[in-house]
DNA sequence: ATGGTAGCTGGGCTA
C-alpha cells in the first residue's frame, strides 16, 4: 500500500514542526508540499530525512515554492511546468518514484495560481498556466503509468465544495472560467480520489485565517489529489485530517491523503 | 462599508 498526502503549509519554517509532527503520525509514504516561502537552500531538509524521508525541493525567496518527500528513492525531479520558459514561479515539481515491490510512480506537486482579482493579468496568467498544465499531463498519460498530481489547486470545483457559493461566483477560485480550466485537466482521465471515495459537500480542506472561519467551518475544497487511470484502478481509501489546522500556530490548509494498492 | 489574519520583509504584496 502506497500512502500520499498533500499540505500547503504557508512557510517551512513556520510549519517545520507541525509537518514533523504530522509525518509522525499518519506516516505516509510520500507528502507533497506547497507555500514554503523559502529559497532551495534553506529548506530544513535534515528534519525529514532524520523521519526516513528523502527531499525534492523547488523553492522561491518569498513566495510559493513546492517540495516532495518520499520514503521511496528519487529519480528524474523536474522543477518547471513546460510551456513557458519565462515563468519564474516555483510552482510545479515533478519526480519518479521507486516503489519497491511495485510500478514506478510519477508524482507532482502543484500550487496553482491564484488568480485573484478577476479579471487581471493574474487572472490571465492562472487561466494560461492551467492550459499549459492540460498540455503537460496529456503527454505525461500516454505513458499510462501511475500518475498523482497532488496540490493547492486554487480550484473549488463545485458549489458544495464551499461554504457560500453566491458570495465566490466572482472569485478566481471559483469563476467558472477557472473552473472550466481545471475540468478540462480532470477531462483527460483523472480520478479526484478525495470524491472517488465519499462525493459528500463540505469535506474543506482551507480554512481563513480571519473572521474565525476555521471555528464556524467556513471553509473552501481546494487541495486535490488526482490521479491517472492506472493509480485510480488501486485507490483504496481517501480522506482529509482536519487535526492539524486546529494546532497552534497553523497551516490555513490542511493535509488530504490517499492510499493507494498499486500492482 | 470596512476590516478582520498570517507570512515575508523591512513597505507593500500575496493570499
Known sequence: MVKIATWNVNSIKQRELACAEWLRQASPDVLCLQELKCQTPA???AVFEDLGYNCAVLGQKGFNGVAILSKFPIDEAIGALPGDATDEQSR??????SVPGGPAIRVASIYAPNGNPAPSPKFDYKLGWFSRLESHVKGLLAFEEPLILAGDYNIIPRPTDVYNPANWIEDALFR???RRAFRRVTHLGLTDALMACNSAGGQ???WDYQAGAWQKDLGLRIDHL???ADAAKGLVASGVDRKPRGWDKPSDHTPVWAELRLT
Do not use: M
Open 43 to 45: 529548506f530544513p531538509k
Open 92 to 97: 510545479y515539481l515533478e519526480a519518479v518514484l
Open 176 to 178: 467558472i472560467e477557472a
Open 204 to 206: 474543506y480542506t482551507f
Open 226 to 228: 488526482l490521479l491517472s
